[in-house]
């Protein structure tokens, strides 16, 4: 593995079912032989609409499911967990962001303990000092220390995922999974989040896989992008060289379909809002002026 590659896969497999009563032996290959590379302190984009393999993918770089076959290394050290469970420190290694962060938190949990939990789990950091860095977590990510008394209802949905972005960084990985962390957000919001992120990894220098569907906000954070298509890679290379010249159909198409969402034309979108407001419908029965 070259030194600055944080993360390799290569001709990674994932089967489900073949052995359940009505399944008949038969299984789905839910990824065909993907491979790819991860530098560090950079992002690598995985897109391709619903279905195609991302989230199989995430769950398999974060150690969540086993691969059928092909070979994973994290920080230079190889993954199977299908034969050996990873150890602490490559667990840390690696966290995911979720698309809901709601259904990733405990609603009985406030935010400062679900923070704090991760410590709890994964050092051997005393009560108080858990609490203060959970505190300062919140604060680097935009929030606040009278958020941590509070619990996830209590929150919009941008600073849910902000919880969510600071409990993956409370343990100091070197990789986070970013599975269509924006995805379920207000436009105005998102572009909030995009900017976090970005400014977190040059402040960490964090190492990023970023999954979607939206080749528009990839185009903003990715410095590699690879496009995904039942199960396997179609194309795969530089975000300039990707959205400079596409090479595959099917990128084209994704291209084609995918509206203008990047952060300046957010941007752009919400002052022409701000420019036009809605008219009142008018209640008059005989629609006159």
């Keep these: 593995m070259a030194d600055d590659i944080i993360l390799e896969a290569d001709n990674l497999v994932r089967d489900y079912g073949g052995s359940g009563l009505l399944s008949k032996g038969k299984s789905v290959r839910a990824l065909k032989g993907v491979s790819l590379a ?8 995985v897109v391709g609409e619903s279905g195609c ?32 469970k990873p150890d602490i420190e490559l667990r840390r290694a690696v966290q995911i962001v979720f698309q809901n962060p709601y259904a990733s938190l405990n609603p009985r949990q406030n935010i400062g303990d679900a923070l704090a939990e991760q410590l709890y789990l994964n050092t051997d950091d005393p009560a108080s000092m858990r609490r203060q860095k959970s505190i300062a977590m919140l604060e680097r990510v935009g929030l606040t220390a009278g958020h941590a008394r509070r619990y996830p209802h209590m929150l919009s949905g941008g600073q849910r995922q902000r919880v969510a972005i600071a409990r993956a960084l409370m343990v100091n990985p070197k990789i986070v999974v970013l599975d269509e962390p924006v995805s379920a957000l207000d436009l105005s919001v ?16 964090l190492s990023y896989v970023f999954i979607s569907h939206d080749l528009s906000v990839v185009r903003y954070l990715a410095d590699d992008v ?39 034309a957010i941007r752009a979108r919400l002052d022409a809002k701000r420019a036009d407001p809605p008219r009142k419908r008018s209640t008059n029965p005989a629609g006159t002026p």
Excluded: C, W
Aim: aromatic content about 4%; charged content about 20%.
């Design 38 to 45: 991860l530098r560090k302190g950079s992002t690598l984009a």
């Design 53 to 84: 393999g991302k989230s199989t993918l995430a769950r398999i770089l974060t150690m969540i499911d086993p691969q059928t076959s092909g070979s994973l290394r994290i920080t230079g050290k190889p993954v199977d967990i299908a034969r050996h």
């Design 190 to 205: 998102q572009a909030q989040v995009l900017n976090l992120l970005k400014d977190l990894q040059d402040e960490l220098s």
């Design 226 to 264: 690879m496009v995904m298509q039942a199960g396997e890679v179609v194309e795969a290379s530089s975000r300039d060289a990707i959205f400079g010249a596409p090479q595959h159909p099917y990128t084209r198409q994704l291209f084609a379909a995918t509206p203008s969402t990047g952060v300046d």
